[in-house]
């Protein structure tokens, strides 16, 4: 069955670390670009990073840059997010996806696979 697992989440004091882990099938990981997404309670999924099949190319929200990190490693089908600095406003289920495309990367609607979140919980 074609899937995206997401682990890694959790609570943490701001200022704090995480690093979240996406672990694919070869249908959903291979040749396809990776992003992550995340969505806080009331509001609407909000991209967070996104990475090319060679990992060569990386963009990241403005809200995070400088202190996120996406990155993956193809020979074992799996994806990372590496996050520093965190502040409670990153509380949010974050969310891995899988596209095939490489332009209008940021909506949500450009991915045809999805994980089922994990919790990231900053306290302040």
């Known amino acids: 069955q074609a899937q995206l697992v997401e682990s890694g989440g959790g609570l943490v004091q701001a200022g704090g670390s995480l690093r979240l882990s996406c672990a694919g099938s070869?249908?959903?990981?291979?040749?396809?670009?990776m992003g992550w997404f995340r969505q806080a309670p009331g509001k609407g999924r909000e991209f967070v990073a996104f990475i090319t099949w060679s990992g060569g190319g990386t963009t990241y929200a403005d809200s995070v840059k400088g202190r996120f990190t996406i990155s993956r490693d193809n020979a074992n089908n799996t994806l990372y997010l590496q996050m520093n600095s965190l502040k409670p406003e990153d509380t949010a289920v974050y969310y891995c996806?899988?596209?095939?495309?490489?332009?209008?990367?940021?909506?949500?609607?450009?991915?045809?696979?999805w994980g089922q979140g994990t919790q990231v919980t900053v306290s302040s």
């Open positions: 070869g249908r959903t990981f291979n040749n396809r670009a």
């Open positions: 996806a899988s596209t095939r495309s490489i332009i209008g990367i940021f909506a949500p609607t450009r991915y045809d696979y």
